[in-house]
Structure formats: C-alpha cells, structure tokens
C-alpha cells in the first residue's frame, strides 16, 4: 500500500484552516469583563434575555490563542492576510431556530483556553480565570437561592390568599388563616375555630353558622376566586403571553436546543409568578408545581447573563437551565433528589455528569432556602410528611397494581381528552376569548367546589389529609372509625366504617368525578397552572376509595389466611393513606410517564422511604398501560400539539429508511451550494435571496462538487453586510473566496475573503448511513444539520427539520405540524 | 445554482449499496429459537460467556427484509448476483478489543425489523415477536430474581462463617450465633450470653472467661482466618483468576465498549460467590459489596445468553449489564434507587432511558427477592436501620462539612497508597506469590484485629453500632453515659461521657489507624474485595469521634448562642450516630467520588430521609476536595493502572489539537487502504500478513483516494477463509471487488466479492474537525474508530486507541500504558 499524497499537507498545516468560527466569534474582551461588575450592580434587570448584538462580546479575539496550538499548526501563521476580517455577531442564533450544540461547546472550549491561557499574564487574568472557573458553581448557588426564596415567597403569597376566599384576619390582615390562629394566644389550636380569624359573614355581623351565612360564604368565595382569576389572565395576556401553561413542554424543548426569545425573560418571570399565586388562590383545579420549574429556569437564565461563559453560549446555557429545572422541582416539592432526576429524566437532553452534580448542589441550596423560610410551618422538609405505623403485607400488591393500572388509564384518558379540547381551542373561536374562558371555567370550579367540603378546601390540604393515617387527632369525617382510642400510644385497632366515612365516601367520589372533568379544561387555559397537584388529587383520592375498601375488607374478613397474618391481632393492618400515596404516584405517573424520578419525589415528598415497593409497582404497572394505549406523556403531547422540533430521545426509531431517502434535495429539487472560489458577490446575494435555506455547503467546485465546508446564512448575511460597510471596493463582482489564500496575482476588484465564517469541521455522512444512525446522530450531537456524501461528493443536506419531518412522515402522520426550523 | 450531479444516481437506488453487516449478520433464523428452549433447558450452565461461533446463528438473513425498504431502494434487486457470498461469523470481536456501538445497535434494528415483518406470517413467528419484545423485561427480571437469590444466600453463608471463627452451634452446626440464640428459647434475648451457642473454648471444656479460653479463642479466630482467606485465594487462584478485585472497575470498562471473555462467565460468578463468602468471614478488611455488583453482571451477562437479542450482540448486552449493575448495588444495599443511580453516575457509559427503566424494575424485583429471603433478620429491607429522635441543628453543618473535607482527605489519600502498592505489586517479586500474600495480610489482620472489640466484630456491626442512637437497649461502652433512663419513651438527655466513652474513643481511634493501613494493602489482593464496607467503617469512626467531641462541647456549653436553642431544654441536641453516618458518605465518597448515587444509597441504607442536607454537604465537601488533590476515583485509578481503553465520559477534553495531528499514519509512516476494484487476493492477503491493524478503508482508486467504506480485518479474514473453501476457482490472482456490480465482459479468473462485509456508512470527519469534537464523538456515538478526510479525499484513520494515547500524551503521561485495542 502506498501512503497517502501529500498534496494537501501544506494546507492541513495552516492554523487557519481551523474552523474559524471557533476563534472569531464572541470571547469576552478584556473590556467586556471589567463591564460586566457595574452592569450587574445596576441588577439582574439590566440584563434581558433579548440577546442584543453586542459588539464588544462579539469581537473576534487575538490570534495568539494560536499559539497554544500544537507545532504542527503553528507553520504559515504569517500568511494570515490583513485584509481576512473579523465580523462581530456571528455565531448567533434567530429566534425560533435550533441551535448547533457541537459549535457552541467548541467555542465555549476555545474561549475557556483562551483564559487559560492569558492566565500567566496579569493578577487580574488570573482572577479573571478563577471567576470563570468558579462560575458555573457560583452561578447555581444563585439560582438556588433565588429560586428558594421566589418559591418561598409564592407559597407564602398563595397560601393568604387562598384563606382571604374565606374570611379575614382583622388585627393583622397580611396573616392567613393559620397564622391569625397561631398568634391568637389560644391554649388549643383549632384551625377551623378561632376567635381571632372571622369569616366573610362575620366580618359583616352574621353569625357564622346558618343558612344566611353560608350563602354570603358562597358569593365571596366565588365572587374572590373570580376576581383572582380574571386578574391572572389579565396580567398573563397584556404583560406576558409566554407565561400561561405549566411551561414544562416549552422547557423540555428549549433545553433540547431551541430558541425561544423571552420565553424566559424577567417579565415571564414576573407575571408567572404572581399569576401562579393568583390562579391557585382562585381555587382552580392547577398547581404552582409545574409553573415553579419554568420560574427556576427563567432564573437560570436572567442570571446567567451575569456570567458571559454561560449568558454568550447558548450550549452552556443549557447547563445552568438543566440544574434549574432540578431547582424547580427541589423548591416545589421539597425534593432534591427527585429534582435532579426529573431534570434528568423528564427535563434535560443533554445531562453530562458534571451537570448532575452541579444541579445536586443547586437543588440542595434551593431545599435548604425553603428550609429556612419555611412556608409550611412544619420542621419536616416536606409538603406531605406521613407516618404509618404498621408496614404493608405481601397481599397489598395486588391492589397496588391495580393503583397503577386505574392511573395509567386515567393518565391516558386525560391526555387525550385535554389534547383534544386544547386543539378544539387552537381551531375554534374559543381560543379568542381566553379571558372569558378563564371566568367561565373559574366561575364553574367555584361554583361546583364550594358545596363539596373535600373540593372547597386546597388541593394540597386535600392530598395531605387522604394521605395522613387516622390517629387520634384526625377528626374528620374520613376517620370516622367505630374505635375508641384509650391513649396515643396504643396501636390503632382495626374497625368498621362507621356513617361520617360512607359519607366521606361518595363526597370523594363526587369530588373525583369533579376534579377530572374540571382539570380537562382548566389544563391550558391562559393563566399559569401546573399538573402535578391534580393530577396528585385524583391519584389520591382513588388511592383513599380503594384503600377504605380494602381496609373494610379485611376487617370483615380477619380470618381470611391472606389477612391472618397480620390482622388477626386486631390491629389495623391496611392503611387507606398509603393507598391514597400509591394511587396519587400511579395517576401522576400515567400523565406524566416519568419513574424513577416520580418515585424519589414520592417518597422525599411523604417520607415514606419504607414504601418503595409499593410506589415502584404502581409506577411500573401505571407506565405499561399508559405507554400500551399512547406513548407521549403530556408533556410530549402538547409538544406535538404546538409543533415544536423537539427531537424526542425516549422514542426508538426503528425504519429502513436511510440518508439518501431523506436528504434534501429531492429528486426533483435543485441543490444550493456555494463554491469556494468562484462566485462573485453577485451570485451571492441573488442566493440569499431566492432561497430561505439556513445555510449552504461549501463545494471546491461546481463539477467535483466536493465539500469544503458549511457557512450559515445569518453568518454569511453579516458577513456581507459589514464588509459592504467597512471594506473599500467590494462591489457586485468581487469574488467572494472561502479559500485560505489570495491566488497570487490577482486581478479584478478586491475580493470577499470569508473563511473566517466557514466552518471546515461540518458533520457529513455518507449517502448510504441508515437513518437510525443519523437520528441517533441528531439526538447525541446536537446536531442542527449534516451533510450528505458519496465518495467525498457532496449529494444533500438533512437538517433537524427534515429528520422530524421524516419520522412524522413514518408515522403517518402530517409533516407539516413540524413548524419550525 | 445547480441541483446535485446525477451520475451517482443508479449506484444509490441500488439497495445492495446499503452497509451490508447491517444485514448479513447474525441473525437468528428459525431453528436457532427453536433450539433455544432445549439449550436453556440444560440450564444456565449450558452457555458460556464465549461466543462460540454458531453458523446458524451467524447465518445471514434472507433478502426479503429488502421488502421493506421505501420504493426509492427496491430497485435492482436483479443485478444481486448469486455470485455473492454470505460470510458466517462476521460482526463478532475478539477478545481484548473495543466493540463498535452503532454496527451493533443497527445490526439489532435490522434483526428487530426482520422480526416485525416476519409477524404477520404464521402464530408461532406472531409468538417469537411477543417473545422478542418482551425479552428485555423478562431477563431483567431473571436477573433481578437470580441475582437477590444468590445475594441472600451470600449473606446467609457469610454470616455463618463469620461466626464460625468464634464458636458453634452444636445443635444445628448451620445456624449463626443470632439464630442459634434465637433458638434457644430463653426469654431474653442477648446475643453475647446465650446458652446454646458455644464458644471455641466452651466447645473444648474451657470456662467462657479467662486467659486461657482468651488465647483459645484468638488461636482458634487466627487459624479460620487463614483457612478462608488461603482457600479464597486458591480458589481464585485455581478456577477464575479474574474473580478477584471488586471487579467495578473492568465492569465500567466493559460497559464502555470492550470485550474481556469469561470475565463474567459462569465460573467467575460461581468462584466470585464463594470466595465473596470466605474473604469476608477471614475478617478481611473488605466487603462484599462491591463484588455483588460484578457478581449481579455476571449473571446478566450468563443470561443475557438465553435471549439472541442481548446474547449475541455485545451493544445490546450491555443494557442488561447496566441494569444488572444496579441490581448488584440493590442487593448490596437494599437499595434499589441508589442502585439506579450508581448504575447512572458511575458504572454505566450508554444509559438510555429504557435501561433506566428496566434497571429500576430489576433493581425493584432483586430487593424484593431479598426482602424474602430476609437475611438480616429485620422488616426493614435496609442493613442499617436507624433512627433519631433529634432533627440536625444548623451549627451543626459546620462538622458536617468539616467531616467532608476530612473524608476528601482520606479518600484522596487512600487511593494514591493504594495505587502505588498495587503499582509495586504488578512490578515486583510480590506479584509472583499472591497466595502468600494473601496468607500474609489476613494473619496480620486476624493478629492485629482480635484485641480490639471494634476491629474483632464484623465490620457490618460496627458500622451499624456506630450509626446508631445510645438509647436505653444500647449497652455497650460506647453509650456509658451518666445519665439514667427512667422510661423508654422519655426524651434523650444530654450527659456528660463516662469513663467506657472514654475507652471506647481510644479503641476507635486505634481502629481507625489499623482500617487506613490495612485497607490499602488489602485492596488488590487476590481475593474478591470491596471498598465500600471499609471506607463506611472508616468514615463511621471518624463521624463517630467528631461526633462525640461536639456532644461534650454542647454538653459543656449549653449556654453558648449557637446551642441555646435546641440543647437548653435539656435533651440532647447532638446525635454522635448521625455523624458516623455522615462521615461514612464523606469518605466513600472521597474513595469513589460518587455523588448523587451515594446520598441516596445512604438514606436507603439508614432510612434517614430527613438528613439529606448534611449528608449532601459533606459528600460535596468531600468531591470537591478530592478533586482538588487528584480528579480520579479508586475505580478510575485501577482503571488507568491496568491500561484499559475507557474514554471516560466525566473529564473535560481540552486541548486545541485538530482530527488532523492525531490521525494515523503520521507524517513519515504509510497508510494503508484497499482500492476498490483493483487489488488480487493475493495482495489483500499480503497487507493483512504485514500490518496488524484492526481493518482498513476502501477507495475509489490510489489515486483519488475517494473513500467508499471500511471493512474490518477479522471479517476480511473470515471472508477470505470462506471464500477459498466454499467458491470454486479463488485463487490468488483473483480480482478482490467491492463494487456493487462485476464489470460486464470479467476476464481472469473470477472475482472474491466482498460488498457484502464493506461498511458503506462508516463515520467520517475532517482533518480540521477539533479534537474536542471528535473525543465528544467517540463518546457519544461509541466509535471504534472514524476517517478523516480532507475534500472528500481519505487522509488518515483515528482509533480509539489513538484518541486514548493523544490524551494521555497531551497530559504528559506515557501514551504506550494505553493497552489494548
């Protein structure tokens, strides 16, 4: 065998062959970093997500990073041609496009070297250095504090005005309920009757008990959830459109490299948040949970602008808003760990290791922010804490599969129906009169809700009360057991049902029926509301029905050898909370189709860490059915529904189809490429203008047509524009030249000289790859484009669009819901 | 600008021209599933973890899968000439080499798609297909049931045979000293002082107490040492040398894509199990943990075997032994979520959500399986039960982060020794005697460990002793506080030490000096070894000791601000036991540098929920330090010390170096390729004679060095040997063809076809890709090796080999320690 020619030695040595754009484009100068003190003191809203074209940021750096480069590269520096110029602005991206992952972490890796390397130079390079060492960890201590201390503010805002629909606290009017009682001074703390707590009735001289008081309860219950909910949709649709809805399908896109502008600016932040506290306090059926993961990551993005190795690159970004959105889930339910691997498992598509731990340690921060402001009042961490006294027995399986079986059918049921109704929205006049449906539906909620005391009281209070084991001080009605406790510490005995529980019953029926139908329609309307509570109410209602059933069973049923065991001593030994536990994980799991994550949060949530069989069984069977009757969990749904390029790495693809069936050009279709140095300028705007494509190959020449390289449109645009602007003599014929070097004499106007803006190192693959290799390709890489060869010819392109596009098409279904590039 | 040239139409419509492996491999026909019932009927045993080379399973599909290509393929099907051979036996790897992931995840959806068509045929193929998708869960399963059941029955024997060094059970030799006591029926239960269990001593008519029955029992304790170790280490020596070690550290590298037969094969599983048994009950300063994980991949690899899917493609395979490690840590643990999570974060290389699933569901049903067997004796499913009755105080993060630093320390510390006797083991004489090596340590270990009571126990009970709370049941002299208990439910109070806390410290100390010692020569003897045991104990101790000291400061400064609130009241604020916890995570994971996977394994071991935030402070403290003195892990370290090929996923590459200066041949070397159509046998024969490579691409011509694909020298091999022996009039002057069609009027003799083993898709990059980019590629896509190519013209070829010793040479290291293929 002969070794390879040597023809293109001397232009493999030229450091300029480097894929130039990894040097020129936006290295925080000198300038840029001592700006960056006094535009952050003037606050994190001096930033905004809107990346502004900055020039400063965008200017190239100083070719002596090359001197960091291997010998072998450091040849023929001097042929760098003073007329080659640098163009600010390049490497960004417009505004729903995806981004280039492999492109913005090379540039971040040459901008970190860069500092490295200037390191040695100067103090003040070397603190420089440290601060952008420390950055990311600096940057997710913020967001975990800011976001702890946002959450903690909500819960406390939301949990006032839930109480305000109900009455008020005259001496103190910013206390709520439980607060007023507390400061009271009253030996026993009753919640439900305190002295210093009054009742809309009361406040207007009523009695608080009656017909007459009950009536002005109900107007001002639905008369103050009406106004709250207006308000919300008011400020959602004048301020901040992008703040309606859980915003977790949008984040799931974003975080797989797309670009929406604002969708996490300070205004989205703003209005989410106050619009959170205002839909809960409304009383409609929606949590703040979901909604807390996008105001985490709209914190993770404000305040990533404070640090240029994250707020410049949207690839790093991504890093910061990964551990946000494990922040999120931290600071809503007060789990840590179960935030990270929703991060990981449901949020993020690219989750290398170093994110896992940085998210960890946001999450913890973020928990233990809570922690101290401690909106619960309770010295657990945790929204729900339970304690059961007996364990489960082997028997319960089955009724705890059967949980998961009823959640993943309900879970199915209500994607399909709320896709529906949402597609109805989008199609019908409905969907002009979001305010008016916000009434409509909020005047319905209340009206339904308040006769029926399991759906008037908050969903969280609901789902603490299912959850919690009948005790001695539980007085509802659920515990309404034929027992006499002689002392707390006895063991609960097990007992019959007795008339408050029959009753306690059908009024959770009636609330189920309620709470699903409601939700259908609540689930995005124009005002911020989340999933995760209702989704935990139906689960745990079901679960609670099922469990007293169970529990009525065994007691009728003591001698029975499956019970024998352990209810033969009298003592209870089903407990109705763990079912309502287990069937709340089944129904957030059949909507959601997360796992192990949803586990982790279940039992940080409830402290039950005994219970993890049980929670794993239910999650398991409730994800079978689900995935058996429709695959996409909701969130995948309304991703779909909304057409956003969201390259889905849970599904497999599995076609025959390969890169030639789908690269562009089709057959019929013609191919736009540029030559490297033949065209003129000419040539080049009438491309720019005849096509729309978002950037074109690079070619040695028409007839060979083999690749060079790839050049972006909006580069290429900017390009043009500032050489136009700042170089004499470009006119129509200049030849626009992609090459390293000038051809020695050189005749004509001046030419274009653009290799600063090709990137050499474009992924191509050969014509005969199957698609399932490119698609896997796509989801690892993050790529946005590859271009397709067959021997070294370049034959097409595929972008991310045409592989959607593609697999849509596969699937039968239309490829035009692909809407964006 | 014009559309592509049409002149490779006709060759890319053909559908031959698709990457022939993908097709023409292994898949498994009709009788090889018939046949595989009977062979799994012979048992577990009747496979072996060498891939025999089946013919039929080997055999290569017939052509109808073609059917489902799009119309645009299913041209031309005609010109498939008969001439065209199938080669049995092509796809596999041989031993010591790199597997390349995305030929086997395609060659497995070629098979899967293969399937799916087949379906609709009769029943019996209706039947295979079911049994094909569901056998993933099904192995899953198997080796979540196999792998609990085995890990029982190592608890069971270990904890027999422990005993076994101090006394007997004369009425039932095979009960252990708990259930021996439990059988005695006497009314109160002590463990130390029941009749029917003898000690030694008591066995040979001596007085239980005394000098003499001393002495005895130390003899007696010394002499099963040395008995278990010597036969562990000449079991390993004699049947499966690859049982020793924790076996974590290849595990991670044959996850990451490398081949090392027999490693877990069934006589490695059957000697690892048993040596686990006698290495832990010779008092060893290891534990069994870690081994279980190797020993749960080897029973997922053994029936991996029973499944063609997972059997026979190596890419596949590694999802079960994914999910198989998280059962190993599920067992080890109790913890099936930390399980997952160590799978996750630090075993697994290619974790696709699906394995996250299936790894959760084996881990769920391997705890289950464990929980059954009960070999610990309690209802918890944990080995470390605890519980306190105090929450954490906020000053006491300042410890916790401090036990944090010191875990670090330690940590660091300890692997650097560790390697660096491992290192003068591989180079010295002492590596030739590993027996009397292991004679050696467990004598010093028996003799150094007996008079102190916290190194004699079982290292599991001294953690779990120094875990827990001194309450009033607790009498050893580690709880000789002066306080008295009045009832079991009062509070806790604070009290000054006495004087058996005093000794107790002091033993502790020098327990501690002894576990650092011993543990680093005792990992990498030839025994199977874990760390995790002893780096808890370790830690414990530690925890313990700091834990005590902030006891007595707040006992002695109640009045100090910091105290005031919690330890006023008279209780006590400080829990010794949650500082052994704490500090036990710190220095596992200042060894291992696990994070997230390690605090929830020790919450699932502890049932600590509440203590997520200490635990998360000092196991960050603790990475961060360690990381700071030295980025590697202990599994990492053996890792880089034995020359494995693992790219690992967690460093940073950040060097400027290009595709180009890492590529082979280098500048004065030759290349090697195949042309097309051009080269006889007979030269194909002399460059494989010549060159060891591990395959070689495929031209157009020497002269334009287009690239058509790349085919590896065993196919090539095995190829060749086929053709001479089944094709008539092969000789050496036969033309070797790689075109998809043979010239029409063929003179000479006839052609060797080998399209069939010609990769048409291989992954190509440019000479000025950055290196960064091409390490993430290796990474991600899991390549064995990728062209670069300059203009379409080859230039080189870059193997993982070469990625690993540019690495290592850019960090100064010796690139040739990078081993194998």
New interface residues.
Partial sequence: ?????LT?RG??NNPL???PN?QALSHPTTQQQQQQPSSSANGVQGKDEEEEEDPILDSPISYN?ME???P??QMATNILDSEEQEFPGIGQYDDFHTIDW?RD??RD??R??HI?KKREDSIWDWIKSGHDAWSGWVCVFMVGVFAGAVAGTIDIGASWMSDLRFGICPEAFWFNQEQCCWSSNETFYDRDNCSNWKSWPQVFGHEPEGAGAYIISYIFYILWSLLFASLAASLVMMFAPYACGSGIPEIKTILSGFIIRGYLGKWTLLIKSLGMVLAVSAGLSLGKEGPLVHVACCIGNILSYMFPKYGRNEAKKREILSAAAAVGVSVAFGA??GG??FS??EASYYF???T??RS??AA?VA??VL?SINPFGN???VLFYVEYSK?WIFIELLPFILLGVIGGIIGTLFIKLNIKWCRYRKTSLLGQYPRLEVVAVTLLTAFVAYPNPYTRINTSNLIYLLFSQCGVANNDSLCDYQRNFTSA?TAIEIAAAGPGVLKAVWLLALALVFKCVVTVFTFGLKVPCGLFIPSLAMGAIIGRLVGIGMEQLAYHNQDWAVFAGECSTGENCITPGLYAMVGAAAVLGGVTRM??SL??IM??LT?G??Y??PL??AV?AS?WIGDAFGKEGIYDAHIILNGYPFLD??E?F????????VMK?GKS?????LTQDSMSLEDVEQ?LRETDHNGFPVV?S??S?????FVARRDLNIAINQAKKNTEGIVGDSTVLFTASVPSPWMGPPPLRLRKILD???????????M??VV??FR??GLRQTLV????????IITKKDVLRHIKFLESEDPESVLFN
């Avoid at 599995?654 to 069936?661: E, G, K, N, Q, R």
């Avoid at 279709?669 to 490429?673: I, M, N, P, W």
């Avoid at 021997?791 to 097409?796: A, F, I, M, V």
């Fill in positions: 065998m002969e070794s390879r020619p293109h232009a493999m062959m480097r894929p990894y990073t960091s480069a291997p072998s590269n492999q972490v090379a890796r040459m970190h070297r490295i840590p760990i990270v691997l990981l498992e290398p290791l170093k896992l731990w960890f340690f913890l928990a233990f922690r010295e657990h961490l364990p510490n796992t192990v586990v982790v039992f940080e402290g860490v005994r993890i069989v794993m069984a398991m994800k790495s849970k497999e599995s076609h025959t189809t390969l890169a030639h069936d050009p279709e013609s191919f736009y490429v491309l040695v028409r007839q047509q083999y690749l060079v390289g050499l190192a474009p992924i191509t693959i050969t014509d005969q790859t199957p399932e290799t896997d390709m690892k890489l060869t067959h021997n070294g010819r370049l034959l097409g």
